[in-house]
């Protein structure tokens, strides 16, 4: 069994700074890459930061610049530093990773998701 566990979600107020946990645990093999995804009411879940195990990162366009995805190999975390917060940045993040168990093949983890409300 693997479980990704998000932390770090919350309120804050427009033009600030929140940062964004997960971490991978279980009959882990390997990860070849942890990434968030965000989901608003109505919207469809979309990208917003990706980074393999090498270190290289593809972010959204929309938070180029004001997001940073960083991750700790040894400990199967993957982190977001989101600053500069707008309200259209409100949602719910999901952390994800390409996880190979020691029982199989490589497969997509998914965690339970943590929600970001940016309001004054």
């Known amino acids: 069994q693997v479980q990704l566990v998000e932390s770090g979600g919350g309120l804050v107020q427009p033009g600030g700074s929140l940062r964004l946990s997960c971490a991978a645990s279980g009959s882990i093999l390997s990860i070849n890459a942890m990434g968030w995804y965000r989901q608003a009411p109505g919207k469809q879940r979309e990208l917003v930061a990706t980074m393999d195990w090498g270190g290289r990162a593809v972010y959204a366009e929309a938070v180029k610049g004001r997001f940073t995805i960083s991750r700790e190999n040894a400990k199967n975390s993957v982190y977001l530093q989101m600053s500069s917060l707008i309200p259209e940045d409100t949602a719910v993040y999901y952390c994800?990773?390409?996880?190979?168990?020691?029982?199989?093949?490589?497969?997509?983890?998914w965690g339970q998701g943590t929600p970001v409300t940016v309001s004054s």
């Open positions: 994800n990773a390409a996880i190979l168990p020691t029982s199989g093949t490589t497969y997509v983890e």
